[in-house]
T-cell receptor
Framework: GNSVTQMEGPVTLSEEAFLTINCTYT??????LFWYVQYPGEGLQLLLK?????DKGSNKGFEATYRKETTSFHLEKGSVQVSDSAVYFC??????????FGTGTRLQVFP | DAGVIQSPRHEVTEMGQEVTLRCKPI?????LFWYRQTMMRGLELLIY????????DSGMPEDRFSAKMPNASFSTLKIQPSEPRDSAVYFC????????????FGNGTRLTVT
């Protein structure tokens, strides 16, 4: 089955710092890869996705590249803002299989 | 597009009572998922439906939990009898057909069982 490993949080950064949140996955088949973000009191929402090897997903300054050889999909942002404080979830999905989420990584950005 | 609608937003009940959580998916979406989120266990998939048919309920904790999807626009998750360890935020999500389509989540129901 599918599984995902994310770096432990919380990740604490100052505003304008560089962000990396690591994600590695295992999947039977060729997954699509997703990053979701959860703001306090809300459900998860899609941040970005990539559907094939070497694709780069990007949104709101965040980026992640689909690395098939290392089965990774690390999330990066060059300059974080206080408003980026949230919990970030990595998730692979193969076909119409159930979507399994990692444990989530809490990001705290201070001014 | 109203998004996925869940009700109630908050539910407080006493141990032993029946609890019913409701979800209205986005119109036209073929798949519906129920997740539970706690600090200890993170986000757990309980059950999901494709075209109103339950596909995988292996995440349902025990027989006290049941889920139905009588039509394409409505689903319920029922806990009977409820226990304090069921306290969590329950999310419903839907998505259209296809692996590349993202899930759309509701804002969740926060359940507290005392």
């Amino acid at each position: 089955g599918n599984s995902v490993t994310q770096m432990e949080g919380p990740v604490t950064l100052s505003e304008e710092a560089f962000l990396t949140i690591n994600c590695t996955y295992t999947a039977t088949g060729y997954p699509s890869l997703f990053w979701y973000v959860q703001y306090p009191g809300e459900g998860l929402q899609l941040l970005l996705k990539a559907t094939k090897a070497d694709d780069k997903g990007s949104n709101k300054g965040f980026e992640a590249t689909y690395r098939k050889e290392t089965t990774s999909f690390h999330l990066e942002k060059g300059s974080v803002q206080v408003s980026d404080s949230a919990v970030y979830f990595c998730a692979p999905r193969v076909g119409t299989d159930k979507l399994i989420f990692g444990t989530g990584t809490r990001l705290q950005v201070f001014p | 597009d109203a998004g996925v609608i869940q009700s109630p937003r908050h539910e407080v009940t006493e141990m032993g009572q029946e609890v019913t959580l409701r979800c209205k998916p986005i119109s036209g979406h073929n798949s519906l998922f129920w997740y539970r989120q706690t600090m200890m266990r993170g986000l757990e998939l309980l059950i999901y439906f494709n075209n109103n048919v339950p596909i995988d309920d292996s995440g349902m904790p025990e027989d006290r939990f049941s889920a139905k999807m009588p039509n394409a626009s409505f689903s319920t998750l029922k806990i009977q009898p409820s226990e304090p360890r069921d306290s969590a935020v329950y999310f419903c999500a839907s998505n259209p057909q296809g692996a590349e389509s993202p899930l759309h989540f509701g804002n969740g129901t926060r359940l507290t069982v005392t």
